[in-house]
C-alpha cells in the first residue's frame, strides 16, 4: 500500500524559505511521476509542481521562479525548495504520484505571516 509522509512545513516570514520532503513508500518510486500539491482553506486543491520520472519539472504560473521540485530516487523522496514566501502561499502542502494514487498524506502545513 502506497504511503506519503509530507514534511518540513512551518512558520515563516514573507520573503523565507522553506525545504519540504515527501517520503514515498509502497510502490516503486522512480517509475512514478511526482506532483505537490496545495490547499488553502475555503479553496479547491491545486497542482502547484510536477516532476516527471526523468527529472523533467513544470510549475503552475503562481510558483514559477520561486519554487523547486526535485527527487532523490534513491531515498523514495521528493522535495520542493520555496524561496520568496508570500502570504498566499500559506497552505496544508501534500504530494502524491502522477497519475494519482487514491491514498493521500497528512500533509504539512505552510504558514507565510509577519
Known amino acids: 500500500q502506497v504511503q506519503f509522509v509530507e514534511s518540513g512545513g512551518g512558520l515563516v516570514q514573507p520573503g523565507g524559505s522553506l525545504r519540504l520532503s515527501c517520503a514515498v513508500s509502497g510502490i516503486i518510486f522512480s517509475i512514478y511521476g511526482v506532483g505537490w500539491y496545495r490547499q488553502a482553506p475555503g479553496k479547491q486543491r491545486e497542482l502547484v509542481a510536477t516532476?516527471?520520472?526523468?527529472?523533467?519539472?513544470q510549475y503552475a504560473d503562481t510558483v514559477k521562479g520561486r519554487f523547486t521540485v526535485s527527487r532523490d530516487n534513491d531515498e523514495r523522496t521528493a522535495y520542493l525548495q520555496m524561496n520568496g514566501l508570500k502570504s498566499e502561499d500559506t497552505a496544508v502542502y501534500s504530494c502524491?504520484?502522477?497519475?494519482?494514487?487514491?491514498?493521500w498524506g497528512q500533509g504539512t502545513q505552510v504558514t507565510v505571516s509577519s
Open positions: 502524491n504520484t502522477q497519475p494519482l494514487h487514491a491514498s
Open positions: 516532476i516527471t520520472s526523468g527529472g523533467t519539472t
